[in-house]
C-alpha cells in the first residue's frame, strides 16, 4: 500500500502543525480511520502563503513557460504512471468505486496534459492605434493563488485549478477538505520529484473555519478560486470584498433532465439513471430534477426504477456500481432530506437507508415521484442519489418548471428532435447544456454555472483568464 501523506506540505517539507494539531480522515465505506491528519491552522497558512510568494517571485519566475509546460507535462506523466495509487488512495478516502476514481485521475493527467501544451500560447495582443503608436497587451500571472477544494472529487478539483494556475506562471496554496485530505498531500510528491523550484505547491490540510477562512483572508494571496457550496462561496465573497482580489466561485446545482415524449426512452433512462447516481449523487452538475412530458412519466419512471433496482451498492475498493456518501453527518443530511421530501407529499417509488452494506454511509438509490417546485427537496441542493420527477405537458411548461430554481449549472436535454433541443438549450438558465448524454463534454469544455451556481467559468482557454491580468502597454513611437 501507498505511504499516506498526512503533514502540511509547505515550502517542500512535510511539516507538523504548529500547534500540533491533527484531525481525522475516514474511509466512508468502512467507518475505519486512515489516518490522523495535520490541521492547518492561520499560522500554517501564513507560511504557506509567504513559501509560495517567495517561489513566485524567485525561482518560478524565471521559468520560460516553455519550461513550466514540460515540467507540468512531467507531473502529468508520473501520475499516469501511478494512476492505480492515487486511484486506490481517492477510493479510499472518498468511498467512490475504483473504476470511477481510476477515471477521475485520468482525468487530472487530461488537466495537466491541456494546461502543459497552452503553457506557451498565453498571448497579448497587439492594438491598432496607427502609425505613431505601440499598444500591447501582455498577460501576467496573478500571483499566489489560493484554491480551496471540495470532497466530491479531491483530486481532480485540484487539478482542474491548478493546472492553469501553474500553466499561466503562478504558484499555490490548496486547502483540500477536511472529509478527502490524502491524495491532494500525495500529489506534492511529484513536486518534490520533478525538478519544480521549491515552494510552487503547498498543501494545508484543515478545517474550512480555520485554514479555509485563514486562507481566504489572507492579505498576501491574489486570487482565489473556491468550489464548494453557496453560503461558504458567499463568505469567500466577503473575504474576497476586503482585500479587492478575483475569486472563481463554482457552487451547487439543482439541474433538470428534461426528457421529450419523442425520445429513445432506454436511452433517457440510463442517461438520467447515470446522471443522478453518478458518485452517488454527489456532484455539482447531477441530474436531480427530472423534467418529463406527461405522455412518457409511466414508462420513463418504470425503466428508471428498473435501472435504481439493479444498481448494487459496496465498498469503494470492491467496485460496486455506487459507493457510500462521503461521512456520517453527510448522511444524516441525506436521509433528512428523504424524510422531509416524503413530508412535504411526495411519494417515494423506490429507495432510503440502505440496509446493506451494515457498516458504511449507504443510501440506495431513490426517486420521488410527484414533486413540486415549491417543495424543499426541489428547491434545495441534496448531493446525494435522490431523483425528484416533475411532469410538464408542454414545452414552455418544461421550460419554466427548469429555470424554477435559484441554481444554473448545468441541464440535460433528451429529444430525437434537433430544433426542440437547440430551442430548449436556448431558453434554459444554464451555464453547461447537454444534449442526448450526460455527464458529457471534455478537459476544453468551459464549466460553470447562472446565477447562484458561480461566477466565472473553470476548463477550457477562458479558464487561463482567471489565473492572469493584462497589463497594457503604450509605446508613442517618435
Ligand atoms: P463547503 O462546506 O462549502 O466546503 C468546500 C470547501 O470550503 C472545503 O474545503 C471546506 O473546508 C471549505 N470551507 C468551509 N467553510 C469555509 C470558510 N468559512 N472559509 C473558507 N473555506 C471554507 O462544501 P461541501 O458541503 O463540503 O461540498 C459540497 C458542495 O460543493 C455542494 O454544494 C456542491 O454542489 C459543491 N460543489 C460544486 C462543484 C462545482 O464545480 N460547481 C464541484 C464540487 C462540489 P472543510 O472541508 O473543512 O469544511
Ligand atoms: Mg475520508
Not at 239 to 254: I, N, Q
Not at 328 to 333: A, F, T, V, Y
Amino acid at each position: 500500500m501507498t505511504e499516506i501523506r498526512n503533514r502540511l506540505f509547505i515550502a517542500n517539507e512535510w511539516t507538523p502543525a504548529r500547534d500540533g494539531r491533527t484531525f481525522e480522515t475516514v474511509d466512508p465505506s468502512t467507518e475505519e480511520v486512515l489516518a490522523a491528519v495535520a490541521r492547518g491552522g492561520p499560522e500554517d497558512v501564513d507560511d504557506a502563503v509567504s513559501a509560495a510568494r517567495e517561489a513566485f517571485e524567485g525561482p518560478w519566475r524565471r521559468v520560460t513557460p516553455v519550461e513550466r509546460g514540460r515540467l507540468l507535462y512531467r507531473v502529468a506523466r508520473e501520475l499516469e504512471a501511478r494512476l492505480d495509487e492515487f486511484a486506490r488512495l481517492e477510493t479510499l478516502d472518498t468511498g467512490k468505486p475504483l473504476a470511477h476514481a481510476r477515471g477521475e485521475i485520468s482525468g487530472c493527467v487530461g488537466y495537466l496534459d491541456y494546461y502543459a501544451g497552452a503553457a506557451d500560447k498565453i498571448h497579448g495582443e497587439t492594438i491598432p492605434l496607427g502609425p505613431d503608436y505601440l499598444n500591447y497587451t501582455v498577460r501576467e500571472p496573478v500571483g499566489v493563488t489560493a484554491h480551496i477544494v471540495p470532497w466530491n472529487m479531491p483530486l481532480s478539483m485540484v487539478c482542474r485549478s491548478l493546472a492553469p494556475a501553474l500553466a499561466a506562471g503562478n504558484t499555490a496554496v490548496v486547502k483540500p477538505a477536511e472529509q478527502t485530505p490524502l491524495t491532494a498531500l500525495k500529489f506534492a510528491e511529484l513536486f518534490l520529484d520533478l525538478g519544480f523550484p521549491p515552494s510552487v505547491y503547498n498543501v494545508v490540510p484543515g478545517f474550512g473555519e480555520d485554514a479555509g477562512r485563514a486562507l481566504s483572508e489572507h492579505p498576501g494571496i491574489d486570487s482565489i478560486t473556491f468550489t464548494g457550496s453557496v453560503e461558504t462561496g458567499r463568505a469567500i465573497l466577503r473575504a474576497a470584498a476586503e482585500h479587492v482580489r478575483p475569486v472563481v466561485l463554482e457552487l451547487g446545482g439543482k439541474s433538470p433532465q428534461i426528457v421529450f415524449a419523442d425520445t429513445d426512452l432506454d436511452l433517457a433512462a440510463s442517461e438520467v439513471a447515470k446522471g443522478i447516481y453518478s458518485n452517488t449523487g454527489q456532484y455539482c452538475d447531477a441530474g436531480s430534477r427530472l423534467v418529463v412530458e406527461e405522455g412518457v412519466r409511466e414508462p420513463l419512471l418504470e425503466k428508471v426504477i428498473e435501472h435504481s433496482r439493479r444498481i448494487k451498492l459496496g465498498a469503494g475498493l470492491d467496485d460496486p456500481d455506487m459507493g457510500p456518501l462521503v461521512s456520517s453527518e453527510h448522511l444524516e443530511r441525506v436521509l433528512g432530506y428523504i424524510d422531509t421530501g416524503q413530508r412535504e407529499g411526495a411519494e417515494m417509488l423506490i429507495g432510503g437507508r440502505a440496509e446493506e452494506p451494515e457498516r458504511g454511509y449507504f443510501v440506495s438509490p431513490t426517486v420521488f415521484d410527484g414533486v413540486e417546485s415549491g417543495m424543499r427537496v426541489a428547491r434545495e441542493e441534496i448531493f446525494g442519489p435522490v431523483l425528484c420527477v416533475m411532469p410538464f405537458s408542454h414545452d414552455e411548461e418544461a421550460a419554466e418548471i427548469a429555470n424554477d430554481t435559484s441554481y444554473g449549472l448545468a441541464a440535460g436535454i433528451f429529444t430525437e428532435d434537433i430544433d426542440r433541443a437547440l430551442r430548449f438549450a436556448n431558453d434554459v438558465e444554464a451555464g453547461y447544456v447537454m444534449i442526448n448524454e450526460y455527464h458529457t463534454g471534455g478537459v476544453g469544455s468551459p464549466f460553470g454555472g447562472f446565477k447562484q451556481s458561480g461566477i466565472g467559468r473553470e476548463k477550457g482557454l477562458v479558464a487561463l483568464d482567471n489565473y492572469t491580468q493584462i497589463k497594457t502597454v503604450v509605446v508613442r513611437v517618435r
